[in-house]
């Protein structure tokens, strides 16, 4: 299954981005999804909604590959340890700063 999606859209970008030399010199600040409870966002690589806890971490696309994955006034981030792309509303990111 991993190898069908590695080649597929947002999976691609991902790995382009990854094989950067300057990947793991970016410091990038600690951001969760607000609220409490669960949210539902629209996941475009599997073109479906998923559900995410809030308070869960966030890790933003680069910016390079934002205006490729962003659907309006959402955000393409990667969610919690499993990195799922999930598209987020910007006022529902909250930024904690370096930790």
Partial sequence: MTDKLSN????KLLLDYLEQ????TEALPVE?????????????????MVQCRRGGELTRVPEAYNTKLSLGDRI??????SAQLILVPKEEIISLGFN
């Fill in 76 to 81: 393409p981030v990667y969610y919690g340890n």
């Fill in 8 to 11: 597929d859209g947002p999976y």
């Fill in 32 to 48: 969760v999804l607000s609220g409490s409870g669960v949210g539902w966002f629209y996941c475009p690589s599997e073109k479906t």
């Fill in 21 to 24: 030399e300057d990947y793991f």
